[in-house]
């Protein structure tokens, strides 16, 4: 329950502190007083969108808080999300702030941890249900009618409902993969050409790992085998010719060899350099057998070289279009291949794709009428429970139905639900559209509101105005119907009816006030005789007379239950 709330600085509030109990709680005053922007402090506490406008002119910020006192119940529904935020709860208490700058951004806090909007209006449909006198227009959209129903009948329709829809996601989703593969078929004949003609050339090719590398060194050599040769046999005849008149080095290490060799019984040291030269004249040797090798493999034939040449312009070619190297271009084949085997069995595909859908819109069918047998008992249910409490609002007559059509599978079901309505026996049930009583519509909105909060309790609600267009008997039975709600709820009302302030537990008065030149909101409690003539002045205008105070005193002892 909403336990206390402060305000600063909110449009003509400029300071306001107020203490609440349980029971029922009126708000009156004249129109214009500002009843209004009470209700926008406690909104801006449960996530409402916020407005610069909102702000008191002349100061830079308004803020709000409210501290909510949270039953054991309450406390288990919202324990996850509070865990989730890191919010600490004392002593089963929330305290909930929310700043509006003149730039109209917010900061809100609960308990003193920031959080966003989008977790205070998470708290706020756990903590409090609020209920205008314009609501009733969101009862009129047809589309409501399921939600509403569905809403009453949770515990009962949501294994129906969350099976449904997984169900249904399935069939949408084999429906878009079915749209898909037929729709690309001249893309797949497009695709299929041209997967056969990369991987046919590919193929034609006869690639061999890093064959682009080695012919590439192969033709370097062609294109200077005439400087190869020449080069390499200078280098001969220098180990074993000989350069202008000089021995070749074959054949002088041979004669330093034998010479050193000659030498050693002199001096034994020298060992290690005929060592040295006998290793440099087997190098020497080897050298020379490299040198033959290679000479023979210098072979210059411009035919052959010109063959070298396409090859290697067919491979660049082929790597320009398919990978910088043989390994790529192998891996691209592969993979072509792959894809083209795919495209092949795609008829395969669709057939599959479509005796799966065949499954899917069966078990739809299958499931969803399941859920459209569970929604006939819940609507039965429901309509027995708001008809018990229109009968307690003075409309005895009453007749209501949910209409409960088949149509083709939605995302929400097979159904097609409107609330048919009628309020005078012998008169035919229709849609809500054609209810012309804003008196009928008050009371159907207050039945449904009871009737929901059960369903879904929260320990708070606000109705603002929701009497509007009932007079005599009927505001009476609203009246009486608020207080009976109060015994289990904490209950608002914001009301311009004597008979509905006259049953509250606790009456607050909202007036504007004008001091040096500006004007502020000041809501105080009624006690006594102020609430005799409050209520006077709301029978009579604006001067209360004998009469109408002897009618609001005799209203008051009739008030308890």
């Given at each position: 329950?909403?336990?206390?709330?402060?305000?600063?600085?909110?449009?003509?509030?400029?300071?306001?502190?107020?203490?609440?109990?349980?029971?029922?709680?009126?708000?009156?005053?004249?129109?214009?007083?500002?009843?209004?922007?009470?209700?926008?402090?406690?909104?801006?506490?449960?996530?409402?969108?916020?407005?610069?406008?909102?702000?008191?002119?002349?100061?830079?910020?308004?803020?709000?808080?409210?501290?909510?006192?949270?039953?054991?119940?309450?406390?288990?529904r919202m324990e996850p999300l509070l865990s989730e935020q890191g919010i600490e709860l004392d002593d089963a208490e929330l305290l909930i702030s929310r700043d509006v700058n003149v730039n109209g951004k917010t900061v809100a806090r609960v308990n003193g941890r920031l959080v966003n909007v989008h977790v205070l209006r998470q708290l706020g449909q756990m903590l409090v249900e609020q209920l205008g006198q314009h609501d009733?227009?969101?009862?009129?959209?047809?589309?409501?009618?399921?939600?509403?129903?569905?809403?009453?009948?949770?515990?009962?329709?949501?294994?129906?409902?969350?099976?449904?829809?997984?169900?249904?996601?399935?069939?949408?989703?084999?429906?878009?993969?079915?749209?898909?593969?037929?729709?690309?078929?001249?893309?797949?004949?497009?695709?299929?050409?041209?997967?056969?003609?990369?991987?046919?050339?590919?193929?034609?090719?006869?690639?061999?790992?890093?064959?682009?590398?080695?012919?590439?060194?192969?033709?370097?050599?062609?294109?200077?085998?005439?400087?190869?040769?020449?080069?390499?046999?200078?280098?001969?005849?220098?180990?074993?010719?000989?350069?202008?008149?000089?021995?070749?080095?074959?054949?002088?290490?041979?004669?330093?060899?034998?010479?050193?060799?000659?030498?050693?019984?002199?001096?034994?040291?020298?060992?290690?350099?005929?060592?040295?030269?006998?290793?440099?004249?087997?190098?020497?040797?080897?050298?020379?057998?490299?040198?033959?090798?290679?000479?023979?493999?210098?072979?210059?034939?411009?035919?052959?070289?010109?063959?070298?040449?396409?090859?290697?312009?067919?491979?660049?070619?082929?790597?320009?279009?398919?990978?910088?190297?043989?390994?790529?271009?192998?891996?691209?084949?592969?993979?072509?291949?792959?894809?083209?085997?795919?495209?092949?069995?795609?008829?395969?595909?669709?057939?599959?794709?479509?005796?799966?859908?065949?499954?899917?819109?069966?078990?739809?069918?299958?499931?969803?009428?399941?859920?459209?047998?569970?929604?006939?008992?819940?609507?039965?249910?429901?309509?027995?429970?708001?008809?018990?409490?229109?009968?307690?609002?003075?409309?005895?007559?009453?007749?209501?139905?949910?209409?409960?059509?088949?149509?083709?599978?939605?995302?929400?079901?097979?159904?097609?639900?409107?609330?048919?309505?009628?309020?005078?026996?012998?008169?035919?049930?229709?849609?809500?559209?054609?209810?012309?009583?804003?008196?009928?519509?008050?009371?159907?909105?207050?039945?449904?509101?009871?009737?929901?909060?059960?369903?879904?309790?929260?320990?708070?609600?606000?109705?603002?105005?929701?009497?509007?267009?009932?007079?005599?008997?009927?505001?009476?039975?609203?009246?009486?119907?608020?207080?009976?709600?109060?015994?289990?709820?904490?209950?608002?009302?914001?009301?311009?009816?004597?008979?509905?302030?006259?049953?509250?537990?606790?009456?607050?008065?909202?007036?504007?006030?004008?001091?040096?030149?500006?004007?502020?909101t000041v809501v105080r409690e009624l006690k006594d005789g102020e609430r005799v003539e409050e209520l006077a002045r709301m029978m009579g205008g604006l001067n209360a007379s004998d009469t109408t105070r002897a009618q609001a005193l005799e209203m008051l002892s009739h008030s308890s239950l």
């Open positions: 329950m909403l336990r206390h709330i402060r305000v600063t600085n909110l449009a003509l509030i400029e300071s306001l502190e107020l203490a609440f109990e349980e029971g029922f709680t009126c708000l009156t005053g004249e129109t214009g007083a500002g009843k209004s922007i009470l209700l926008d402090a406690v909104g801006l506490l449960l996530g409402a969108r916020a407005s610069s406008d909102l702000v008191r002119t002349g100061e830079t910020r308004a803020h709000v808080e409210g501290i909510f006192d949270i039953c054991p119940d309450g406390l288990r009733h227009t969101s009862l009129m959209r047809k589309e409501e009618h399921l939600i509403l129903l569905d809403t009453y009948g949770r515990k009962s329709l949501e294994h129906h409902l969350d099976s449904y829809r997984e169900a249904f996601s399935r069939l949408r989703h084999l429906e878009r993969d079915l749209k898909r593969a037929i729709q690309s078929e001249k893309e797949r004949v497009r695709k299929i050409d041209l997967l056969q003609s990369q991987i046919r050339e590919i193929e034609d090719a006869r690639l061999k790992p890093n064959e682009d590398v080695r012919l590439r060194e192969l033709r370097a050599k062609m294109r200077h085998a005439g400087k190869l040769r020449s080069t390499v046999d200078d280098v001969y005849d220098a180990l074993y010719e000989g350069v202008q008149g000089s021995p070749g080095i074959e054949s002088g290490l041979f004669t330093m060899i034998e010479e050193i060799r000659s030498l050693i019984e002199l001096d034994p040291s020298l060992r290690e350099l005929l060592a040295l030269l006998e290793v440099a004249q087997v190098n020497v040797s080897e050298a020379a057998s490299f040198i033959r090798a290679y000479r023979s493999s210098i072979d210059y034939q411009p035919e052959k070289l010109s063959r070298l040449e396409d090859r290697l312009a067919l491979i660049e070619r082929m790597q320009k279009k398919y990978g910088d190297t043989t390994d790529e271009i192998a891996r691209f084949a592969k993979q072509a291949q792959e894809e083209l085997d795919e495209l092949i069995h795609h008829e395969e595909r669709i057939r599959t794709l479509r005796d799966d859908l065949l499954q899917a819109q069966a078990n739809v069918i299958t499931i969803g009428e399941a859920l459209h047998e569970e929604r006939l008992k819940v609507a039965h249910e429901f309509e027995r429970e708001i008809t018990d409490v229109l009968h307690a609002l003075v409309m005895p007559n009453v007749a209501l139905t949910f209409s409960i059509r088949r149509v083709e599978p939605r995302a929400d079901g097979l159904d097609d639900v409107e609330l048919l309505f009628s309020a005078n026996r012998g008169e035919m049930l229709k849609p809500l559209t054609k209810i012309a009583s804003g008196g009928e519509l008050a009371r159907l909105m207050l039945a449904l509101a009871a009737v929901m909060t059960g369903k879904n309790p929260v320990t708070t609600l606000i109705f603002d105005e929701i009497d509007t267009g009932i007079s005599g008997q009927a505001a009476q039975a609203v009246a009486r119907f608020m207080k009976q709600i109060a015994a289990r709820h904490q209950v608002f009302c914001v009301t311009h009816l004597a008979q509905t302030a006259s049953m509250a537990n606790h009456h607050f008065h909202i007036e504007k006030m004008t001091h040096d030149e500006r004007t502020k």
